[in-house]
């Protein structure tokens, strides 16, 4: 069984940054990966940035595209967000989530997609005041 746990949420004003971290635990992840997904009061969850455990691939959202930047350490089996530049519309509860089966080379699809992820987090809330 996987385990995830986020930390670093809080409250920033605009333009100001937050780094949150994904710990996993329960196993060695060797394929697949991890993704950030965030879902805002009365909206669905949306992708927000993702990266695979083998190469290092990483996809991000165009709402986030140049703001945020997510790594991995492997050997901590740990995944960073790190989100700049932060606006009002960045609010939301912020999900790590991960993948362990095979991508099957469809890693930029299959990363994006809510349902195919295997285990999520509790989710952090991330406040942005104007």
């Known amino acids: 069984q996987v385990q995830l746990v986020e930390s670093g949420g809080g409250l920033v004003q605009a333009g100001g940054s937050l780094r949150l971290s994904c710990a996993a635990s329960?196993?060695?992840?060797?394929?697949?990966?991890m993704g950030w997904f965030r879902q805002a009061p009365g909206k669905e969850r949306e992708f927000v940035a993702a990266?695979?455990?083998?190469?290092?691939?990483?996809y991000y959202a165009d709402s986030v595209k140049g703001r945020f930047t997510i790594s991995r350490d492997n050997a901590k089996n740990t995944v960073l967000l790190q989100m700049n530049s932060l606006k009002p519309e960045d609010i939301a509860v912020y999900y790590c989530?991960?993948?362990?089966?095979?991508?099957?080379?469809?890693?930029?699809?299959?990363?994006?997609?809510?349902?195919?992820?295997?285990?999520w987090g509790q989710g952090t809330q991330v406040t942005v005041s104007s």
């Open positions: 329960g196993r060695t992840f060797s394929s697949g990966g």
């Open positions: 989530a991960a993948r362990t089966s095979s991508m099957y080379g469809r890693g930029s699809y299959i990363l994006r997609n809510s349902m195919l992820y295997d285990y």
């Open positions: 990266i695979t455990w083998s190469g290092g691939s990483t």
